[in-house]
């Protein structure tokens, strides 16, 4: 397991190499640049700036330099918010993002299992469509639609719950309601799709069968024989679902005006703050094969018919 | 003894035979028919796509870029044919979810064939070609598999101006991917099957087994995909665009639509509600169809 995790580690290495040679070399394809004001500086001031930032160094020179800096840690200054780091400014927004996209993928997992799971052991009964219904809305409507419409009937006409900021003197935890909700939504759905799936392909199995007929008790027989290699499919999506939970929640934090780290992201490519774009892909690429990386571990445990080394 | 038929006698028998053979494709379309979620759903989305086709035409009494100073958020009315009101800014709400919603079907087509292109063509060679060529060209795509791409078409927008061409192209370059794995997985399943063996030992040319063989039999995941990916593409467009980076003003789609419709909810909440109702609509429609689709040609997975 150990050499596996170290291979895994190894590998991401030139992953996360290819992905920062991308993100920085499109951006500097880009016409225009973050010191293009309305009203054009001086020359001067404007050299003095490319210097101090490095900018005036040939592309694959400053591609370099910032892979050296990265490599101890540095993620660089920021180039529109004078007075702080990429890394302050992370530092800031990353915590919310992580709260917000942690939570709704706990909700969405327990969740979508458990509907899943309900759905498959009432296979083409009433409680199974209206699972299977709810599904349907939750793929259907994503949570661009759905944030807003949430905010508008619950937060503005019932007047239930915030509807925007992260103001928790003031309302307590219940500003994370919506945000929280309407970000799983949609996994919620993909999960109760998969689990009721595969669950219902378990259920059929013979080993089942085995274990019914030897007289134990149905609850066991779900919980410790079917749930355990039905949830198989779900964990290997459970990478996927993060890399769209963390798309989704740059949707999320617009719509519910959080300081997360997916605020910065478009604005900071929209004003072409290199470093700070820079600095984002670095930690959600980062973070995205993090997961992949503990979704594949969680999976061999669970099953042990995989092994690592092979 | 030998029975002779009449030329005109085999014609008949021969077509007869075919009335009653049917195809993989027939047996589809009828347990497509059988499916009434499917049914209503494409007939539902048929009017979209006239309402759509219309909004384009700018056959609607208004205009979807014609702003009246007078009539700034008004709330649906009869009184000069807003009825569905108007936005912020005075402009027939109605014209521009029309327009909106053609541009985010066209975007969802084009960007599905820029993909569907890229896929068959990657996946298709892969297969066929085999070997170490396939291992290096599946491998690309794992990696790219593992990129958060939602990060690049942003950059990517950015950079190169937001016009719709590169919509298509970004996106359509972004959703490839699985269509390559599942050309390729067909082809390789396909390549050992016994009738194309068959169509091998009786010689026939590689090419005529692809057209006769291959293609048909990848066809049908190929379609399911294809149906379903209208749908995400779809998002895809109205994620970009409610981040601001998609179609700009005053052309629309429908996530700018609700993108500036929730921002003027407390004042209008008409151009947030008509504008998601439509795209909630769609993408309903959408995925019935891919669904309906799926159990039809694919019944094992049901």
């Given at each position: ?61 400053q ?6 800096n ?51 052991l ?6 199974d ?47 994370l309601?919506?945000?929280v ?9 993909i999960?109760?799709?998969?689990m ?16 019914r ?5 149905a ?10 290699s039905?949830?198989?499919p ?52 980062s973070l ?7 979704a ?14 092979s | 003894m030998t ?10 028998m ?58 700034v ?55 066929f070609?085999?070997?170490r060529?396939?291992?290096i ?20 927008m ?23 794995r ?14 194309v063996?068959?169509a ?40 970009l665009?409610?981040?601001g ?25 008409w ?13 309903f ?18």
């Open positions: 397991m150990f050499s596996f995790v170290l291979r895994r580690l190894l590998v991401a290495i030139p992953t996360l190499i290819v992905i920062t040679a991308l993100a920085f070399f499109m951006m500097k394809v880009a016409p225009g640049g973050p010191f293009d004001l309305e009203r054009p500086m001086p020359d001067e001031i404007r050299e003095r700036l490319l210097e101090r930032y490095g900018m005036d160094q040939p592309v694959w020179k591609y370099l330099d910032y892979m050296v990265l490599a101890q840690g540095d993620l660089g200054p920021s180039l529109k918010f004078h007075d702080k780091d990429v890394a302050e400014l992370i530092g800031e927004g990353f915590p919310v993002s992580i709260m917000i996209g942690s939570l709704a993928m706990l909700l969405a997992v327990f969740v979508g299992t458990l509907l899943g799971a309900i759905a498959a009432r296979q083409n009964k009433s409680s469509y209206a699972v299977m219904g709810f599904a349907m809305i939750g793929v259907s409507i994503p949570p661009l639609v759905m944030g807003p419409i949430l905010a508008l009937v619950l937060g503005l006409y019932m007047n239930l719950l915030p509807t925007g900021g992260l103001n928790f003197n003031r309302y307590g935890l219940s500003v309601v919506l945000p909700i309407t970000l799983a939504l949609p996994q919620i759905a999960i109760a799709r998969l009721r799936a595969s669950m219902i392909e378990v259920i059929r199995s013979n080993y089942i069968r085995t274990a007929a030897k007289g134990l008790s609850p066991a027989v779900m919980v410790r024989h079917a749930l355990r039905a949830v198989l779900l964990v290997s999506y459970l990478g996927p679902a993060s890399a769209a939970v963390i798309s989704g929640s740059l949707v999320i934090e617009r719509v519910f005006q959080l300081p997360g780290m997916g605020a910065y992201f478009v604005d900071a490519a929209l004003q072409r703050d290199y470093t700070l774009v820079m600095g984002v892909v670095v930690v959600y690429a995205i094969i993090f997961l992949n990386l503990l594949d571990l969680l999976y061999s445990v669970l099953n042990p018919r995989v092994k690592f080394d | 029975t002779i038929v009449n030329p005109k006698e085999k014609q008949e021969l077509t007869k035979a075919a009335v009653r053979g049917r195809s993989l494709w027939d047996d589809a379309r009828t347990r497509l028919m059988r499916n009434k979620a499917a049914v209503a759903s494409m007939f539902i989305l048929g009017v979209l796509v006239v309402l759509a086709i219309i909004g384009q035409l700018g056959i609607w009494v208004h205009d979807y870029d014609t702003i009246y100073r007078d009539r958020s008004i709330a649906p009315t009869l009184d000069n044919w807003h009825i569905l009101g108007t936005d912020a800014q005075g402009r027939d709400l109605l014209a521009r979810t029309l327009v909106g919603l053609g541009v985010s079907l066209m975007v969802g087509v084009v960007a599905t064939i820029v993909s569907l292109v890229i896929g068959v063509t990657w996946g298709a060679t892969a297969g070609v085999g070997g060529i396939d291992q060209m599946m491998r690309f795509v794992d990696i790219l598999y593992s990129l958060p791409f939602i990060f690049f078409v942003i950059i990517l950015v950079v190169f101006g937001r016009n719709i061409v590169l919509i298509f192209v970004a996106i359509g370059a972004v959703e490839w991917l699985t269509m390559a599942i050309v390729r997985g067909q082809t390789l399943a396909l390549a050992k099957m016994e009738f063996e068959a091998e030992a009786a010689g026939v040319s590689r090419g005529k087994i692809i057209q006769r063989h291959i293609i048909p039999n990848v066809l049908g995941p190929v379609v399911v995909y294809v149906t379903l990916m209208i749908p995400v593409v779809v998002l895809a467009e109205s994620f665009s409610f981040l980076l998609g179609v700009q003003e005053p052309l629309t789609s429908l996530g700018r639509l609700i993108s500036t419709g929730a921002q003027d909810m407390e004042v209008a909440p151009t947030l509600i008509v504008p998601a109702v439509t795209m909630m609509i769609t993408l429609c959408l995925n019935f169809i891919g669904d309906g689709l799926r159990d039809a040609i694919d019944p094992k997975d049901r």
